[in-house]
Structures are given as C-alpha cells and as structure tokens.
C-alpha cells in the first residue's frame, strides 16, 4: 500500500518548508589584505570569497547548495558529526535557488 501521493509530498514540502523557516545562514565576514571579502558559515563547513561582498555572497551561496547536494548524495546525514548541517542543508536543496539562499546569508564581522 502507499501511503504517500503526489498531493501528500507537496503538503510534505510546506512542512518542512515552515519548520526550516527560523534558519538562515550566519556567516563570519573577513576583508582580507587584498581588498577581498571571505565569509565562513559558523553551522557548516563552508566558506568562499570574492572580490566585494556581493560577489562573496553570491559564491558562498553557490558552494552552500552544491555542498547541500553532496550532504544527501554520500549521505552525510548518517554521520554523527554532520548531523547538526541537515537543517541547513535540507533548506538549501528544497529552496534550489541560489539568489534564495543569498537573501538568508547573514554576516558579521569575523575576528581573527
């Protein structure tokens, strides 16, 4: 018998969609000594740069949906150290939408 249809995983997706609401992305902010910016998410391991914040928002948001897409493919999520990315993670790959994710990207200022 099956439980779940079509109808069911769209409801399914709204669920997940309002649980997984209150994350974003916090990420440190870094100007670095060549003009760049890097940022690093303080709930993933992922990082990038680029030349103004725009552009380093925009890569960071890339890597956050390829490294989500990875999360799932060698099911990470089965791991007890990478346990705590799977909000994040599953945010990032039901949004599929890099511009999405930039908007939830929330920097502050890194310190060394």
């Not at 949906?65 to 099911?75: D, G, K, S, T």
């Not at 993670?89 to 599929?96: E, G, M, Q, S």
């Amino acid at each position: 018998m099956n439980f779940i249809n079509a109808t069911d995983s769209v409801n399914i997706r709204e669920a997940f969609e309002v649980y997984l609401e209150p994350y974003k992305y916090i990420a440190n902010e870094y100007a670095e000594d060549n003009g760049s910016i890097t940022l690093t998410l303080i709930d993933m391991p992922v990082m990038d740069n680029g030349k103004n914040k725009d552009e380093a928002l925009t890569n960071l948001a890339k890597y956050i949906l390829a490294h989500a897409q990875l999360y799932f493919e060698r099911r990470d999520w089965a791991f007890s150290n990478c346990i705590s990315e799977f909000p994040y993670v599953l945010k990032a790959v039901i949004l599929n939408d890099i511009e999405k994710i930039k908007e939830l990207i929330i920097c502050r200022h890194g310190e060394i």
